[in-house]
């Protein structure tokens, strides 16, 4: 049975924009894209030391995948990619997360869906509301636009069109 995963990609390492595009690319693999934002730039948050910005977007996919099997696929595209994790919140080539999977609400090891610190990142939720303001937190009931409205601080630019 299908379900749509909502992703929330990000880099601040290298060719940014090229690396959301292949990113995205290879998430192909995983079911069909039926949605990709446009990019985002970000400062860094939550970040101990200074670091470039991100670029961002969201993407959703349509998959067959359970959320282990899904969150291992991402995993694998991000070490493909380059993504080393030598410090904690530190700068990466790319980075996957798990937003939504459905309406599913999942607590395994190392895997927590809805994603449980969305409500406090604008780079997250502005382009997850571009793709569909109006999906909403199975645990809290709040539309994706609602957690956007009150979230306050943090930069986020759209970028005109995507890849610049």
């Excluded at 079911?31 to 939550?46: I, L």
């Excluded at 282990?68 to 991402?74: A, G, I, V, Y």
Aim: hydrophobic content about 40%; some cysteine.
């Amino acid at each position: 049975m299908k379900k749509t995963v909502y992703l929330s990609l990000g880099s601040n390492l290298g060719d940014r924009a090229a690396n959301l595009e292949e990113a995205l690319r290879r998430l192909e693999a995983l079911g069909y894209v039926a949605g990709k934002s446009a990019f985002y730039e970000t400062e860094p948050v939550e970040v101990e030391r200074e670091q470039p910005w991100f670029l961002n977007c969201a993407a959703a996919i349509e998959t067959e995948l359970m959320p282990k099997q899904f969150l291992e696929q991402t995993l694998a595209i991000e070490l493909e990619m380059g993504r080393r994790r030598l410090e904690k919140k530190g700068p990466r080539t790319i980075d996957i997360d798990i937003i939504f999977f459905g309406n599913a609400v999942v607590e395994l090891p190392g895997l927590t869906i809805p994603h449980p610190a969305m409500q406090q990142r604008r780079f997250v939720l502005a382009p997850l509301a571009e793709l569909n303001p109006a999906l909403r937190d199975p645990v809290t009931g709040q539309s994706v636009a609602e957690m956007l409205t009150q979230l306050r601080g943090q930069v986020v630019r759209s970028l005109p069109t995507r890849g610049q």
